[in-house]
Nanobody, 121 residues
Framework: QVQLVESGGGLVQAGGSLRLSCEASGSIFRVNRMGWYRQAPGKARELVGSIISGADTHYADSVKGRFTISRDNAKDIVYLQMNSLKPEDTAVYYC???????????????WGQGTQVAVSS
């Protein structure tokens, strides 16, 4: 069984910073794509950023230049450094990993439980 444990959410003032972490545990052969999504009240879940390798990253236009996604391949951890936070960044943030549990397995997608980020004006 694979578990994703997120941490780092909280309440911060506009202009502040937070760093989210998501650590995968369990039987894991290889983690491919790692990503962060968010969902604000009444809105659909949206992609914030994703990473395949250090140089292969993608960001939503709304967070470019402010958020940075990175990964620790040795520990199966994905991070999201969030700077210059705005009230509109308020949402529940979810990590998402595409991984193989065993060499012969297909790639499956796993989700974290979500961590709340609230930005006050």
């Amino acid at each position: 069984q694979v578990q994703l444990v997120e941490s780092g959410g909280g309440l911060v003032q506009a202009g502040g910073s937070l760093r989210l972490s998501c650590e995968a545990s369990g039987s894991i052969f290889r983690v491919n794509r790692m990503g962060w999504y968010r969902q604000a009240p009444g809105k659909a879940r949206e992609l914030v950023g994703s990473i395949i390798s250090g140089a292969d990253t993608h960001y939503a236009d709304s967070v470019k230049g402010r958020f940075t996604i990175s990964r620790d391949n040795a520990k199966d951890i994905v991070y999201l450094q969030m700077n210059s936070l705005k009230p509109e960044d308020t949402a529940v943030y979810y990590c998402n990993l595409d991984l193989q549990r065993y060499p012969s397995d297909p790639v499956h997608s796993y989700w974290g439980q979500g961590t709340q980020v609230a930005v006050s004006s």
